[in-house]
């Protein structure tokens, strides 16, 4: 019996990773001067049908988006289940990184090149498993440039966008000249379909997986997707995209969106080798 325990083959560490972007996560009030008008603060009853989702989602890693604080983030992500990075931004908007007790992380510096004109920084771990480590990039980029050549896109947002591609590109070769594995998930406001030119650039950087290639999102009655999961490096190779799931709400009415969130959670698996 000792002998057929040493000859078992070892078992992949699987990881669940996710992306949930949840539009303007706060509790403070609607008086407070910095929320825009048109922000609906969650009630009670709005956190408690949210967390009951990051349960279903039950995620080890969560890039999330729109928080704007540690104390939002665990209303839905308990603190005795998981542990929180954000970057330090000083804005309401914040990225985090949700990462499920057990798993070990060591926090890199916010990739603060993409915050320019007062957006969002990227938030930047990396995870230990096993024998491995997987770097991981959770980003909010800048909305309004959904597609198009973004090289001759015209208007402010386009140009926002065209700022935040070089340093995002920078930070994809840094880590191939490092040789890592690395994961980069998040709400893109890029929809990277067909020959985008955004994903495009990114790929000439370095060979990337995206697992949401070829599919469209069924949340809120079908969309196409915004938020990504890409992987490059050894991390390639281990991400499933036949385990792509986004987590559509059982509510179906359109007033909703403001109470849960007009994102969908969005995961795809991942094999570590042993």
């Avoid at 440039?145 to 001759?152: F, I, M, P, S, V």
């Avoid at 591609?165 to 490092?178: E, F, K």
């Avoid at 040789?179 to 495009?200: H, Q, T």
Wanted: aromatic share 6%.
């Amino acid at each position: 019996m000792l002998c057929l325990l040493l000859a078992s083959p070892a078992v992949a560490d699987e990881l669940k990773i996710a992306t949930w972007n949840l539009d303007w996560l706060t509790n403070r009030p609607a008086s407070e001067r910095f929320l825009p008008s048109d922000v609906t603060p969650r009630q009670d009853a709005d956190f408690a049908r949210l967390a009951a989702y990051a349960r279903q989602l039950n995620a080890d890693v969560v890039a999330i988006e729109e928080v704007d604080g540690p104390r939002s983030v665990a209303a839905l992500f308990p603190r005795e289940l998981y542990s929180v990075h954000m970057t330090g931004d000083r804005i309401m908007q914040r990225v985090g990184i949700a990462v499920r007790r057990g798993i070990h992380y060591t926090v890199n510096p916010d990739v603060t090149a993409l915050a320019e004109a007062r957006l969002r920084s990227g938030a930047d771990i990396t995870l230990h498993i096993g024998t491995h480590d997987l770097r991981m990039l959770a980003v909010h980029l800048k909305k309004g440039c959904r597609k198009g050549n973004l090289a001759r896109a015209t208007g402010s947002a386009c140009a926002a966008l065209r700022d935040q591609l070089g340093p995002l590109t920078q930070w994809i070769r840094d880590r191939m000249s490092a040789g890592e594995a690395f994961v980069i998930a998040g709400d893109f406001n890029r929809w990277m379909d067909g020959r985008d030119s955004f994903l495009k650039t990114l790929r000439q950087a370095a060979p990337l997986a995206r697992a949401t290639e070829g599919h469209s999102s069924p949340c809120w009655g079908g969309e196409n997707f915004i938020d990504h999961i890409l992987a490059g490096g050894a991390a390639a190779a281990w991400m499933r995209p036949d385990t792509l799931k986004v987590l559509v709400y059982q509510e179906t009415d359109p007033a909703l969106k403001d109470r849960l969130s007009d994102h969908c959670a969005v995961s795809v698996r991942f094999n570590i080798p042993p």
